[in-house]
């Protein structure tokens, strides 16, 4: 496979959740997806059996490789832990005070249970075994290690905003704590921004190019060494900042994914890897999922609640509720932290420890994609489309993961089936045969390419549509000229579908034609659909092309009796029910196609 070097890194994206920080697949009803690990939401500080222990305010979380959960309880100002079902105080001390919601904060060095915190908020567990605690209101890093507190870096009680030699740091409101790969300890210093402590203990601070925002509340690393991504979250911004490259760029919090759905208030940020984060969002009481974009081919970033039910306002999603993901309900949720395919969440406003499973999920391979591998053991479909296709969606239900279920169902090879998702925004026939010729692992055994008669006019060069017999010529050129990418044994299928504009709530075909002619392509298309897709999918018709119309499927559908959306009420993306239905189309299709 070719690879240009100079967009390697850039077009690289990690698919199919399915190695470092991996996420098992996920059977329905083998496990139960929110669960309650520890605290009865009465305010306290007991310690003892997980199922009576109590909190004042958990917040920040770490996880160490045996599993045990830190937990910093920030009102109580203390560092808590869970481990083998039993709360303890790890570090911390002091009374709670007259009102029983908080402790007096201090500082104190020395032992452990002696010392004294003022809002200990992130955690970080180093290299060294040591951890590492945000002791915000003291203005300074701590560390513990062998049961003693100590120091680490700023001095604590005075506030400031020095980099430099460690002797002489300042911290403003440090927050959340990240190491990475390089033992760097990288530090959300609210107010001020992102700043490094590197090992020898000098901090600088990073400044982003995108944005001035230094109102940093939490940050996570990727950890990945031929990428190491840093995501920081502000109230109106996440800044995804490439640190081999010294590059960043910042995704709009306000105007949300891809400008038309909410993105999310970010609190605390965890990777799953250099593409797929989830976070916690106090203002709706949700957990939420994101996917971030990978240039050239997929250019958005996409969000979705994962758990804590759909609402966008705190005051209608907030409760207390273990069970599904969309019966679940949390109430201000702040610290996450990932490990053996769940997220570990600090639910701050219920005073609990929950669990999340997380859901399998699969990403766009179009890039160099190794983690789901193409080879033999598996009839192996590459499926190309943009975002519309992708669009609400995380892995089983995916138009690929739907597709998977229908072929092995229907037991139509003698092998299982593999669907990668191959999104490539606002495609191009030049940037289809880039993916083909340089990125399409071999042992593909079929290329499904997601095509509508208006993208296929759009393909076009020409200031204005041909013609439709021109139309047909050129088109038929270009896909042979595809087909020729592929290896011999790789057919070529053409998943035909209408145009997909902006649509009505309705979700009415007719308002997406009239929509769809205002891009002033020829009536004809409008006017006798049938006629003009025949002539296009008939004129491709060479050994190894095959083409399958789903808009006749498309239209019987629309003209039932309240069918249910295919799509999103405001925009054109299939929803999980129209990647179901799609999916069940071409599935048919490539049934009926005994030579493949």
Known sequence: MKVPHAITAAAM?????????????????????????AGTGVAGINDGPAATATFLMPTGLARSADGTLYIADEAAQRIRTLSGGVVRTFAGSGPVGPTGLSVLGGYRDGPALEAQFNRPAGLALGADGALYVADSNNFCIRKIKAGIVSTYSGKCGAKGEIDGAAADVRWKDPRSLAFDGEGNLWVADYDLGIRKIDKSGTVSTLHTKSIGDRRVWSLTISGLPNDPTLLAATPDWVIVAHLNTNTDVPLNVKTGAEGNRPFGSAGQLAAIDTRQYVFTDKRSSTIRYLRLPAPPFATTD?????AGGRLERQIDNAGFADGSYAD???FAPSGIVLGDGYAYVADTGNRRIRRVLLPSSRVSESGLADVAPYDASRYQIAYIGASWAYWDSLDRDSICGQLESNLDAGHRFAKAVRCHPIRIDAATFAQIEDYLSNYLPPHVDLVVINMTLAEAYSLFADSSP???DVAVAT?????????????????????????????????????REINARRRSLPDVIFENYTIASKAIIDGVNEPGIYSCDSYPDFLAYEKQNSPGPLYGTDDSHLSPRGSAFAAGILARCIEAHQDL
């Open 466 to 468: 041909p013609s439709l």
């Open 475 to 511: 088109f038929k050129k270009h896909v042979e000229a595809l087909k020729s990418k592929l290896g011999p044994h790789t057919k070529l299928m053409l998943f035909w579908t209408f145009d997909a504009d902006d649509v009505s709530d309705a979700e009415n075909l007719w308002e």
């Open 328 to 330: 679940s309900r949390f």
């Open 302 to 306: 996409f969000t979705r609640v994962i």
């Open 13 to 37: 994206l990690l698919c199919a959740i399915a190695t470092s920080g991996s996420v098992p697949a996920q059977t329905a009803g083998a496990k139960q997806e929110v669960t309650t690990l």
